[in-house]
């Protein structure tokens, strides 16, 4: 069974903080991993996707994925209350994705 | 370019019946993947179609299933309605099939079984 596991939360972080989001997943042999962040009744966004070990950055966004410890993480820089939402860790091995239950990050003005 | 458009938004049935949710993926993307997402087992992945056919298939029983047709829009149906089968249902729409980082969602259909 692929499992992935998420901090449920909620995470809360002062406006202008760095929020730190974490996930684990436990398929070895999963290649790609994929942070969504899901406004409360919308649907999914796409707003990062790693496939290396290491830091990939996108504006205020940072992923950072270590296959050895089968972790990877979602800093959020300068963190807003826009940014006050619940984001989805999903990872492949080029199957359907699995995804994580989420976790609820709320931004405090 | 227009996005993922789902039908209906919000549907409400009773244990029993039958269910036909509609996906209309965007332009030009031929592969079509439907999720459910409950509070409780978070978002499930139900199937995946592409060219028509069924690629993948998670694990649901038999009572869910669909089809794709070959303008890319997909139905699923889901048949004898439980309460658990409340959800929002989810599409999702890739150029093609595994192309997960072009993956977009359209807004859903929300289910309830009462």
């Known amino acids: 069974q692929k499992e992935v596991e998420q901090n449920s939360g909620p995470l809360s972080v002062p406006e202008g903080a760095i929020a730190s989001l974490n996930c684990t997943y436990s398929?070895?042999?999963?290649?790609?991993f994929f942070w969504y962040r899901q406004y409360s009744g919308k649907s999914p966004e796409l707003i990062m996707f790693i496939y290396s070990n290491g830091d990939k950055e996108d504006g205020r966004f940072t992923a950072q994925l270590n296959k050895a410890s089968q972790y990877v993480s979602l800093l959020i820089r300068d963190s807003q209350p826009s940014d006050s939402a619940t984001y989805l860790c999903a990872v492949t091995r080029n199957t359907p994705l699995v995804f994580g239950k989420g976790t609820r990050l709320s931004v405090i003005a | 370019k227009a996005g993922v458009t789902q039908t209906p938004r919000y549907l409400i049935k009773t244990r029993g019946q039958q269910v036909t949710l509609s996906c209309s993926p965007i332009?030009?993307?031929?592969?079509v993947s439907w999720y459910q997402q409950t509070p409780g087992q978070g978002l499930q992945f139900l199937f995946e179609?592409?060219?028509?056919?069924?690629?993948n298939k998670g694990n649901f029983p038999g009572r869910f299933s669909g089809r794709q047709f070959s303008n890319s829009r997909s139905e699923m149906n889901v048949s004898t309605l439980e309460l658990g089968d409340s959800a929002l249902y989810l599409c999702a729409s890739s150029l093609v099939q595994g192309s997960y980082n072009e993956q977009f969602f359209g807004p859903g259909t929300r289910l309830t079984v009462l």
């Open positions: 398929d070895r042999g999963s290649q790609s």
């Open positions: 179609y592409f060219s028509e056919t069924q690629r």
């Open positions: 332009s030009g993307h031929r592969s």
